[in-house]
């Protein structure tokens, strides 16, 4: 039977794309399975993995492709500091050996030296990770950090050859180093809360608190993303704004506010209006209300429409374009619309994605939907696009930008175009 679920490995796998893991550390190799999961998701490269016992199964020894293993037997604490001792480094170091505190912390402080990039597994579920892991939270400046909890995993039973699914929560810790990426004309983290952004906040609080509990059809968009949009829209000035997706929920209206304080132009899209009817009324009165220079486009009849007009403006280098995208499970927008647009994204102009992965939602919300094989594979077929494009500059949102452990945090991802020379 498999150690983590298939939610968890798909995950897992989507991190390592993301970030174009070639050498990946493996705490914890149990039969394997984990370690082929990795492997699947790189193109190329070394797996280092550690076990106090060798239990891998027939599937490790079969497998045949371009990575290469290596096994190490022993106790991690000892092979971990060998590593450190000869200035090894990993582009993502992946903990689910010995779950007890004293065991997970000493894997973590050697870890911590030799990547920027660690993930825990079991972070809900074992008493000593999750110590470990709220030590970093709470006590260290240096790393963010983002868990993830979801309802359950779906296992595979090789005896049985089928999937059963269990409402176990092992829960991931992703842990990232902080540093200041080089992005273009200073909008390194610019999720984060700034002296101003933060003042802002403060004076508004009350309207992000009542748009958020008036607009009942965004209930997977909680307070905490509210405000981390608020410091991006806040800290960028945008001189446009373009929300593609599920146009008219609480984020539309947060947009419509800076476009009139501002006098800028808002610009929607919605591709699918199987859910329009259901509040068009509320975003047509507010509409009304600002009295400001808004735009919609309506289904897909109006696309070409919309993406004319968007491109007229990216031509302009000038043009500071906020690009918003949400269109959960839209395979036909990812596909085309988005990478029309990221095509011909300027480099004043930037571009952030929301429920990227198929985990999305707020905290007790239901993760996961029905979809959920659809949804993920069109987060991977367009990540393994974006990765190819040598003109852009991607990352995720910081997990830690301003709510902790809120799951949309490690799920939204910032693409800006490349200054030349690259």
Same mark, same amino acid.
């Given at each position: 039977?498999e150690?983590?679920? !298939?939610?968890?490995?798909?995950?897992?796998?989507?991190?390592?794309?993301?970030?174009?893991?070639?050498?990946?550390?493996?705490?914890?190799?149990?039969?394997?399975r984990?370690?082929?999961?990795?492997?699947?998701?790189?193109?190329?490269?070394?797996?280092?993995?550690?076990?106090?016992?060798?239990?891998r199964?027939?599937d490790?020894?079969?497998?045949?492709?371009?990575?290469?293993?290596?096994?190490?037997?022993?106790?991690?604490?000892?092979i971990?500091?060998?590593?450190?001792?000869?200035?090894?480094r990993f582009?993502?170091i992946?903990?689910?050996?010995?779950?007890?505190y004293?065991y997970v912390?000493?894997?973590?402080?050697?870890?911590?030296?030799?990547?920027?990039l660690?993930?825990?597994?079991d972070?809900?579920?074992?008493?000593?990770? *999750?110590?470990?892991?709220?030590?970093?939270?709470?006590?260290?400046?240096?790393?963010?950090?983002c868990?993830?909890?979801?309802?359950?995993?779906?296992?595979?039973?090789?005896?049985?050859?089928?999937?059963?699914?269990?409402?176990?929560?092992?829960?991931?810790a992703?842990?990232?180093?902080?540093?200041?990426?080089?992005?273009?004309?200073?909008?390194?983290?610019?999720?984060?809360?700034?002296?101003?952004?933060e003042?802002?906040?403060?004076?508004?609080?009350?309207?992000?608190?009542? #748009?958020?509990k008036?607009?009942?059809?965004?209930?997977?968009?909680?307070?905490?993303?509210?405000?981390?949009?608020?410091? #991006?829209?806040?800290?960028?000035?945008?001189?446009?704004?373009?929300?593609?997706?599920?146009?008219?929920?609480? *984020?539309?209206? =947060?947009?419509f506010?800076?476009?009139?304080?501002?006098?800028?132009?808002?610009?929607?899209?919605?591709?699918?209006?199987?859910?329009f009817?259901?509040?068009?009324?509320?975003?047509?009165?507010?509409?009304?209300?600002?009295?400001?220079?808004?735009?919609?486009f309506?289904?897909?009849?109006?696309e *070409?429409?919309?993406?004319?007009? #968007? =491109?007229?403006?990216?031509?302009q280098?000038?043009k500071?374009?906020?690009?918003?995208?949400d269109?959960?499970?839209q395979?036909?927008?990812?596909?085309?619309?988005?990478? !029309?647009?990221?095509?011909?994204l *300027?480099?004043?102009?930037?571009?952030?994605?929301?429920?990227?992965?198929?985990?999305?939602?707020?905290?007790?919300? !239901?993760?996961?939907?029905?979809?959920?094989?659809?949804?993920?594979?069109?987060?991977?077929?367009?990540?393994?696009?974006?990765?190819?494009?040598?003109? =852009?500059?991607?990352?995720?949102?910081?997990?830690?930008?301003?709510?902790?452990?809120?799951?949309?945090?490690?799920?939204? #991802?910032?693409?800006?175009?490349?200054?030349?020379?690259?």
């Amino acid at each position: 039977m498999e150690i983590s679920g !298939i939610e968890e490995y798909n995950l897992i796998k989507a991190l390592i794309r993301l970030v174009k893991a070639k050498k990946i550390l493996e705490i914890g190799t149990s039969i394997g399975r984990g370690t082929l999961e990795m492997a699947s998701a790189m193109e190329g490269g070394e797996i280092c993995t550690i076990d106090i016992e060798d239990k891998r199964g027939r599937d490790f020894f079969r497998y045949s492709g371009n990575v290469k293993f290596n096994f190490f037997q022993g106790d991690s604490r000892e092979i971990l500091y060998y590593f450190w001792q000869k200035r090894y480094r990993f582009d993502l170091i992946y903990i689910d050996g010995n779950h007890h505190y004293e065991y997970v912390k000493t894997d973590w402080d050697l870890s911590k030296r030799m990547s920027d990039l660690i993930v825990f597994h079991d972070v809900l579920q074992f008493h000593g990770v *999750n110590r470990v892991v709220e030590d970093i939270r709470y006590k260290t400046k240096d790393w963010y950090v983002c868990v993830l909890d979801y309802p359950g995993t779906t296992f595979f039973d090789p005896k049985s050859q089928s999937y059963f699914y269990t409402h176990k929560k092992p829960g991931i810790a992703i842990v990232t180093k902080r540093k200041r990426v080089s992005f273009d004309y200073n909008i390194n983290y610019i999720e984060h809360p700034t002296f101003f952004s933060e003042e802002l906040l403060k004076k508004n609080y009350s309207f992000l608190t009542e #748009i958020r509990k008036s607009n009942k059809f965004c209930e997977d968009l909680n307070l905490y993303d509210i405000q981390m949009i608020f410091h #991006i829209i806040w800290n960028f000035f945008p001189d446009i704004i373009v929300h593609m997706g599920r146009v008219g929920v609480s *984020n539309t209206f =947060l947009f419509f506010k800076y476009c009139k304080e501002k006098d800028r132009p808002f610009i929607g899209y919605i591709p699918s209006l199987s859910h329009f009817d259901s509040y068009k009324h509320v975003l047509l009165r507010a509409k009304k209300r600002i009295n400001s220079s808004i735009k919609l486009f309506l289904g897909l009849d109006e696309e *070409n429409k919309f993406l004319d007009l #968007i =491109l007229s403006f990216l031509k302009q280098d000038k043009k500071k374009i906020f690009i918003w995208a949400d269109e959960l499970g839209q395979k036909f927008f990812y596909d085309r619309t988005l990478k !029309i647009l990221l095509e011909h994204l *300027n480099q004043k102009s930037l571009c952030c994605i929301r429920n990227f992965s198929p985990y999305y939602g707020g905290p007790k919300k !239901i993760l996961l939907n029905e979809n959920v094989e659809c949804t993920n594979q069109i987060a991977i077929d367009f990540c393994s696009w974006l990765k190819d494009r040598e003109d =852009l500059y991607f990352r995720l949102a910081s997990p830690e930008a301003v709510f902790g452990d809120y799951v949309n945090a490690g799920h939204w #991802i910032l693409i800006q175009k490349r200054r030349c020379p690259f």
